[in-house]
C-alpha cells in the first residue's frame, strides 16, 4: 500500500497547521529553508532511483509547499512537513536517521502498539499502569482510523508491515502536534476502552533532557527497555523470540515438539562467524530427531548481506533440513534490508514456507544508505545507493507475503503466546474455526 500523495500534501497546508502558543528554540524559518533546498537538490543524485514511488514532479510540489508554509510552522510540524516527504519517497533506508537533541521527539509514559485487531497500551511507567491493556479509540476526538494514517505518512517504510512496526514512536506529543491532530506541544487526550470501560485520559510528556528526549522504558523492540522500572502488559513468561531479542543467535531444540528452532536477529559476524553459527546448529539438527527446523528473522533488521551464500548453500543440500513442511522461516515488519536477502535466497534455493506477518521490505529493495547532513537544522538524512536486484525487474511485490499468516494480537502477546510458532507446530492442520 502506498501513502496517498494527497495525504502527503495535506500535512504541508496550511490550513492543518494546528496553532501553539508555545516558543519552540531550534533552527529559524531561514535555516530550515536552507536545508530544505540543500535536500532537494542532493536527493536526485545521492539516490540510486529517487522518484520509483514518488514522481519528480509530486517531489517538487512537495518541497514548494513546504517552503511556502516554513515561516508560518512551528519546529515539529517542519520536521513532520519533511519526514512527509522522506516517507513518501517510499523506502525503509531513505529517511530521517538523526535529530538534534533540539528536535528530538518526546514519548508519553505509556507505549502504543498496532497489533492485529487494534492499536494498544502495551507498556507504561508505574504512575500510568491502569492504563496497560487499554485499546487506543481516539486522540483529541479524532478515530484512530483516522488518527494512524496520518502518523503512518510521517513513518519511513517500504511496506504497511514495516511502518507499522515502527509507528510507536509517532503517538508522541510532537509529531501529534506536527500532522495536526492535537492542538497542544504540552499533551493529548487519549480515548480509552478497558474492561468494558471507555474513558478520557489527559497525558503529559516525558521531558526533554540536554542530550534529547528521554525514553525511560520506551523500546524499540516489544516489552519494557531493560533496567527500567515500566510495567508490561503481558504477564507470565514470555515468548521465546521475546527472550532472546537481544542475542544475535541463539539455536534452541525444543524436544518436546521436535523442532530445532534458530532465532537470527542480525546477519553480522557478532561476537562469532555468521556462517560457522549456522553450520553447526545445521550438523546438531542433522543429528537429533526433529520434525521441524524453523529460522526465525522477525526481529532481524539487516546487516551484511555478503554472508549469506554459504549459509544458504549448506541448508539447500541438506536433504533432512531441505524439505516443505520441514523447513520453516518466521517474518514480519522488522524483517528487513538484509534479512529481506536472507528470506529471498530463502526463496529462491529452498523448500521454505513463510509463517508470520508480511516483510518490512520489498524483495527487490533500496539499501546502503549514504548520509546527508543539513548544515543548519543538524538533521541527518540516509539516501539509499544501490538497488538489489535478486528477482526480475517485473517482480513489483511490495513484500514477502507469508505463506502461513499468523498476525499477532494483543490478546495473544498479553497471554505470552506465539501465533507464528503455534502455526508451525500444528502444521499441517489448519486451526480451528
Not at 253 to 272: A, M, P, R, T, W
Amino acid at each position: 500500500m502506498r501513502i496517498p500523495i494527497s495525504l502527503t500534501l495535506s500535512l504541508l497546508s496550511a490550513a492543518s497547521f494546528a496553532a501553539s502558543a508555545q516558543v519552540q528554540e531550534g533552527p529559524t524559518a531561514a535555516d530550515w529553508k536552507e536545508d530544505i533546498k540543500l535536500f532537494a537538490t542532493k536527493f536526485p543524485a545521492l539516490h540510486v532511483k529517487p522518484f520509483h514511488k514518488m514522481t519528480r514532479a509530486e517531489f517538487d510540489a512537495a518541497i514548494n509547499r513546504l517552503l511556502a508554509n516554513i515561516d508560518t510552522m512551528t519546529q515539529d510540524q517542519r520536521l513532520c512537513g519533511l519526514q512527509a516527504i522522506t516517507a513518501a519517497i517510499g523506502d525503509s533506508h531513505t529517511g530521517i536517521n538523526r535529530l538534534p537533541p533540539a528536535l528530538g521527539r518526546r514519548n508519553f509514559r505509556f507505549k502504543l502498539t498496532c497489533y492485529a485487531d487494534g492499536v494498544f497500551v502495551e507498556t507504561a511507567a508505574p504512575e500510568c499502569k491502569h492504563l496497560l491493556g487499554a485499546k487506543l479509540l481516539a486522540v483529541e476526538r479524532m478515530p484512530i482510523s483516522k488518527v494512524l494514517p496520518k502518523l503512518l505518512a510521517v513513518t519511513e517504510g517500504t511496506t504497511m508491515s514495516g511502518r507499522r512496526a515502527d509507528v510507536s514512536f509517532r503517538f508522541g506529543p510532537d509529531t501529534l502536534h506536527g500532522v495536526g491532530i492535537s492542538k497542544s506541544l504540552d499533551g493529548a487526550t487519549f480515548r480509552f476502552e478497558k474492561d468494558g470501560k471507555i474513558w478520557d485520559e489527559k497525558a503529559t510528556p516525558l521531558p526533554r533532557g540536554p542530550k534529547g528526549p528521554i525514553r525511560e522504558g520506551f523500546f524499540y523492540f516489544p516489552g519494557v527497555a531493560p533496567g527500567s522500572n515500566w510495567l508490561d502488559a503481558a504477564s507470565g513468561s514470555k515468548p521465546l523470540y521475546l527472550q532472546n531479542w537481544d542475542k544475535p543467535f541463539t539455536p534452541t531444540f525444543l524436544s518436546k515438539e521436535g523442532i530445532y528452532y534458530i532465532q537470527c536477529n542480525e546477519v553480522e559476524n557478532d561476537g562469532g562467524s555468521f556462517s560457522d553459527r549456522f553450520l553447526k546448529a545445521y550438523a546438531e539438527a542433522e543429528k537429533l530427531p526433529i520434525k521441524k527446523f524453523v529460522i526465525d528473522l522477525r526481529l532481524n533488521g539487516g546487516g551484511n548481506n555478503e554472508l549469506l551464500p554459504p549459509v544458504i548453500q549448506a541448508l539447500a543440500k541438506s536433504s533432512k533440513l531441505n524439505k516443505k513442511g520441514v523447513l520453516f522461516a518466521i517474518i514480519g515488519g522488522r524483517t528487513q534490508s538484509a534479512a529481506q536477502n536472507f528470506t529471498n535466497q530463502l526463496q529462491l534455493h529452498t523448500n521454505v514456507t513463510f509463517v508470520g506477518d508480511p516483510t518490512g521490505e520489498s524483495p527487490n529493495h533500496y539499501g546502503d544508505p549514504v548520509e546527508l547532513q543539513l548544515p543548519k537544522t543538524g538533521i541527518v538524512i540516509h539516501i539509499s545507493s544501490i538497488r538489489w536486484h535478486e528477482f526480475p525487474d517485473s517482480d513489483k511485490r511490495n513484500q514477502t507475503t507469508p505463506d502461513i499468516p499468523a498476525p499477532l494480537t494483543f490478546a495473544q502477546y498479553r497471554q505470552g503466546r506465539d501465533p507464528a510458532m503455534e502455526a508451525i507446530i500444528r502444521y499441517p492442520r489448519k486451526p480451528k474455526s
